[in-house]
């Protein structure tokens, strides 16, 4: 019969082999090396595709450009279209949490968050070239990403942020949430149709043109608001 004490120990023992064993390549387990060549990936596709294009750019150029095999490249992605796909996500993610921030920050006067917001918005476009492209010229045209609905996902969560600032700054709105879902929409469409011909431009319009061109239409939103909400207007006839 086995002696517990003695099974746990063995059982102890080959636990810490394979510890050792796994790190055994500069101090990294082969999860934690699986990451760092997915990151490297990941990398290399924000500067080829937001340099090149999706279209122009292979298997093998990304992985030139991350100094990894392309064995590698299969070991986190199955095709291009799923590391574009991961790639425009990431950017997103980090578009909206900028945006986020930037609004968060000039909280809660309604005109320095709408001026705070867009100005955040085109700014990480124009000092990142790469991310513009990727998001607002390639991810258009990969079929990859309106197969799987993330280009509608990535619009719906626009729609969401734009849909809680209006219900925000209009607590008392005599406006449905159907109408207040439609018009979220349609600024948000505005934003995202001048933010791509900017973009296709190659930013020869100042930004603050552009940022302008945009905010006019929300402080027209604003300026109905004032007028048609009582409570917002008594709350903010002083600030003059």
């Not at 450009?65 to 064995?71: C, G, M, Q, V, Y």
Request: include cysteine.
């Amino acid at each position: 019969m086995t002696d517990p004490v003695e099974h746990a120990q063995t059982l102890e023992k080959k636990a810490v082999k394979n510890v050792v064993k796994e790190r055994q390549f500069k101090g990294m387990s082969l999860s934690e090396r699986k990451l760092a060549r997915r990151e490297k990936l990941i990398q290399a596709g924000i500067e080829t595709y937001g340099t090149q294009g999706f279209f122009s750019v292979t298997v093998k150029d990304v992985c030139n450009e991350a100094k990894l095999t392309e064995r590698y490249f299969y070991e986190s992605f199955k095709k291009s279209e799923n590391l574009f796909q991961t790639i425009f996500l990431k950017l997103i993610e980090q578009l909206q949490q900028t945006l986020m921030q930037a609004i968060l920050q000039a909280s809660p006067d309604p005109l320095n968050m709408i001026d705070s917001g867009l100005n955040a918005f085109f700014a990480m476009l124009e000092d990142d070239p790469r991310t513009a492209r990727i998001i607002y010229i390639d991810a258009m045209l990969v079929q990859e990403l309106h197969n799987h609905a993330t280009i509608q996902e990535t619009m719906g969560r626009f729609d969401r942020m734009i849909h809680a600032f209006v219900t925000l700054m209009m607590p008392q709105t005599h406006w449905t949430e159907k109408e207040i879902s439609l018009i979220a929409t349609g600024l948000n469409g505005y934003v995202t149709q001048v933010a791509v011909r900017w973009v296709v431009g190659g930013f020869k319009l100042p930004r603050a043109d552009v940022v302008h061109a945009c905010k006019t239409v929300f402080l027209a939103l604003l300026s109905d608001m004032t007028k048609n909400n009582p409570i917002y207007f008594k709350h903010h006839a002083n600030d003059d």
